[in-house]
């Protein structure tokens, strides 16, 4: 008894360390995307009220684990299906074809900001932004909360499945249990890290507001002076770098996924200028699908419309 007993703590133990080093292994690989993800989440939680804004992030971070909490096990079973399949002799890419619909989410969810932003810049030119802004107010600040709080949820369910994934990917040959005690741990280090970041993004300008308090020292007030002037500059970069995430993360799972894309991007890596030029072509490739995507809605959107109105 006791030996078996110090065989299986033996066990656990080798397999803390084999979820520990490939835990690490697979965070190196995910950093791009959860770089994306933070870019993404900060600019999609910013612009709620001062007292609302780390409610609306905790409640946006409950329901990244909750995605997690189902992508996890779904990467899993997705997985053990595709190797049956393939076992069989049928070769279907199950999880890269639900990827790519989340990559087009993506890139029109982008292509649709952009449009919102310049019909919002071409009022303005015309001189009716005041009223047009004034009509956009929402009457039920609480029903806007939730409606940018559940917008926040799709996006990240989409940028998780990216990174369980890639983390699935370089787990794929080991062990059940390891496979899944690196996923469950890159889930929870990656939401605790992400929302942890973009909590203290959105909280900036009230720290530094704190440290401009009569009852601070000069240093802290020139610091806290500091970080007032950057709170707003970042969240600026923050909704640049956001809506270029989108474009990027979905036109590179695009790229991945489909096989023309794929193949013209391998056959002309040599003419692109590094990881530079690839970020370009897949931001391209994402701005394109996107624009795509929108005229394809509201072509569908307006030809609803004519058929609900009634014959004259």
Not at 56 to 77: D, H, T
Not at 272 to 294: D, Q, R, Y
Request: hydrophobic share 50%.
């Amino acid at each position: 008894m006791p030996s078996s007993f110090f065989a299986l703590f033996d066990d656990i133990a080798s397999l803390l360390d084999d979820i520990s080093a490939m835990t690490k292994v697979a965070a190196g690989k995910t950093a791009g995307v959860v770089g994306d993800d933070l870019a993404v989440n900060a600019e999609q939680v910013s612009g709620s009220a001062a007292d609302r804004e780390l409610p609306v992030v905790w409640a946006v971070a409950k329901g990244s684990m909750v995605n997690k909490a189902i992508l996890v096990p779904a990467a899993m079973g997705i997985s053990l299906l595709e190797t049956w399949l393939h076992g069989r002799g049928f070769s279907i890419p199950l999880i890269l074809s639900l990827l790519t619909i989340g990559g087009c989410y993506l890139c029109y969810e982008g292509v649709e900001k952009l449009a919102h932003e310049a019909v919002k810049r071409h009022r303005r030119r015309n001189g009716t932004a005041v009223v047009e802004e004034i009509e956009e107010l929402p009457e039920d600040l609480a029903a806007f909360e939730r409606g940018k709080i559940k917008g926040a949820i799709r996006t990240d369910f989409v940028l998780s499945a990216e990174i369980i994934v890639i983390s699935l990917g370089t787990v794929a040959m080991e062990p059940l249990l390891t496979k899944l005690g690196v996923l469950i741990v890159i889930a929870v280090l990656m939401t605790v890290g992400v929302y942890g970041l973009v909590a203290g993004i959105v909280k900036l300008d009230d720290f530094g507001l704190y440290l401009t308090r009569p009852d601070k020292n000069r240093g802290a007030k020139a610091f806290g002076r500091g970080l007032l002037a950057l709170a707003p500059r970042m969240m600026q970069f923050l909704s640049v770098a956001g809506t270029v995430a989108m474009f990027l993360v979905g036109g590179g799972i695009l790229v991945h996924g489909i096989p023309v894309l794929h193949h013209f991007a391998q056959a002309h890596a040599d003419d692109m200028p590094g990881w530079f030029g690839v970020a370009l072509f897949n931001i391209g490739v994402g701005m394109a699908t996107g624009l795509l995507l929108l005229v394809a809605v509201s072509a569908l959107t307006r030809l609803r419309k004519r058929r609900r109105q009634p014959a004259s």
